[in-house]
Each structure stands twice: as C-alpha cells, then as structure tokens.
C-alpha cells in the first residue's frame, strides 16, 4: 500500500508544482491537521511572512489533513523532497526519528504553558542532540509548538489505572504513545485522527486523548461523555523542512525561512491559548451533561509514577530501532536525550 501510495501521489505532487507556472516560486507546506487547527494557523503565518518578506516572489501552499495521505506519508514525502516543510506530532515521527519519543514520554513536560513554551522553543537538548538525528533522516527541524494540554475523553469517569481496565483508547501511531496506556491499564489502538469519530460512536474504541480545541473540531465531544485533565503532557507538534532542499537555499532564504518561523510560532502559541479556552466553552455550552474531571494532585502522582518505568521503554525503542554495532550508542544517546530535557523542564520551572 505505501508503495502504491508513493507511485500515485509522488507524481501527482509533482504535477501540482509544475502547474504553477513560471511567476512566484512556490513552496509546499504539508500539515496533518484541517483548517482551523493550531497547525493550520502557523502554517498561514508562515505562508504570509514568506510571501511578505519575499515581495511575493515566493508563495507557500499548504495542504491538509488527507490531501496527500496520513501522517506517516506527508513526513515520508517530505524527507524525499517532494514537499518542503511539514508539520506532524511528535507521537507519529517516531518510525523516522526514534528519539524524538521522548518528548511522547508523559510527565516528562508537564502542562506549565510557560515552561513548555520555553523548553520547546529554547532546548539545547532538543536543538542539538535531536535535531542531529532528524538530519539523518534528511530532514530539519525548525521548531516545535505546543497545542494544548491533552484531555483523556471516555465515556466514564477515569481517575486511577483500575478505571482504564477494559478501556479501549485511541493512540497515536508510534510505541511510546501505544506502550503509556498499556502501562496506566488500558487497550491502545492507534488510529489516523480521520478515523477516531466512527470508532468512537460505533464504540470499537472507548475514548481518546487529544487537546481541548482539536476534540471539538473534531466532533469528538459528540461521542463521549467524560473529559478528564490528567496534566500529563500536551501536544507537541513538529515543522521540519527538507534537510538537503533547505541547505542548498541562498542565506538570504534561509534566514527568510527562520523569520518566517519565528512568527509563525508566535501567532500560533497565541492561537492555542485562545482556541483551546473558546472550545472548552463551546463544549460545555453544547454537552451541559458532559463530565469534566480534573484529576488531584494525588491522583496524578499514580499515573506519573507509573510513567517513569516507560524510560526503559523509551530507550529499549532506539536501542532497537538500530543495527548490533549501534544499538549501545543508541541507548546512551536516547538516556543522554530524556535525562537533559527533564533537567531543562525543572530548570525552567
């Protein structure tokens, strides 16, 4: 199926950017999230910073969830240059860039706004040691953005492990997402998002976990009736560019591209703060008999307890996603990676 996918939509693709003709240049931008989405409003910020900054002799088009396949595939299309940015969770890179699944890891950033912004925008961790392995897979990570803490939605109330039992809940497509709710007790299904809302009314799945404002876009309040804060982790989404595309840009591009993305982070950790406390209200004033339970301090520290034995997984996931002769750097590196980026969150506290 991928390999029929890359035959029919490569060339398609390609077809698109020769139609545009010979007047702006024109650069492919491929979200995994719809219009509306905190996703969809960097990529318009980004398009319109481009556009400005070039005097309209560069244009940005961007495509949406579906126009060019699943996650998986628009991240694939852009490490073979096809597309030239991409923004994708970190829950589905981790088939590309292994250790970027520590960031998957729960309680790892918390739900601070402040120190998440801060640690995602500003880590030497993630900066340096991570985006080193983006490289390998030719692609350039240029920046992450927070879209919100994420909800656990069920149609019961869920405040401990014992209460995931029998529980069935949507995940994202890579082992650290799928391994956190095996370990708090559940049955994880991962799930492309187009295909959560059938699941959740036919009840082949019982819940989900995903930001407040991408829940109600989605329509997801519609098939549950709980919606529980566990401050686990938010959403972190990615933009990476085409590693060896952007490397051959003039530095007048190039520094283009990084202005471009500074705004584009600024206008959407402005939008997510704002949508996600609209979407909430919207919720509540359409779902008045929806449950919103925030778990207690007490409560969490169960669930985080837990999340420290998913380290180990965390580095048995890159041990393994290498050769024999690398495996052993692998580990280290992986161990080096998620023991920084805690140490930076507490230091940014």
Known sequence: MQKLFTKLVIPAVLAVGLATGAGAETWKFASEEDKND?????????????????????????????????????????????????????GHLGSYVPEVQALSVPYVLGSDVDVIRKVLTGSETIYNDLSDRFEKVNLKLLTMISEGEMAWGANKEI?????????????????????????????PTPLS?????????????????????????????????????????????????NSEWFNGLSAEKQAMVHKAID????????????????????????RPDLKVVVLSEEERAVFKDLSTGLHETYYAVVENAYGEEEKSEARDRAQRILENLIQEVKDAS
């Not at 910073?49 to 126009?67: A, H, L, N, P």
């Open 38 to 90: 905190v996703q969809d409003i960097f990529a318009k910020k980004f398009a319109e910073t481009i556009k400005e900054e070039s005097g309209g002799d560069i244009k940005v088009r961007i495509f949406y969830y579906g126009q060019l396949g699943t996650e998986n595939d628009i991240v694939e299309l852009t490490a073979k240059g096809v597309v030239q940015f991409v923004s994708v969770g970190t």
């Open 193 to 241: 998002w187009g295909e959560v809302y059938g699941a959740l009314q036919l009840k082949t799945v019982d819940g989900m976990v995903n930001p407040i404002y991408f829940i109600y876009n989605a329509k997801w309040h519609e098939v549950q009736d709980y919606l529980m804060f566990p401050g686990q982790q938010p959403y972190v989404g990615t933009v990476s560019t």
């Open 159 to 187: 405040r401990s492990p014992a209460d995931f039992d029998g529980q069935k809940i949507r995940t994202f497509t890579s082992t650290i997402p799928v391994e956190t709710y095996k370990a708090f007790g559940a049955t």
């Open 263 to 286: 705004a584009a982070e600024q206008a959407a950790h402005d939008y997510q703060l704002q949508i996600n406390k609209e979407n909430m209200d919207k919720i509540l004033a359409e």
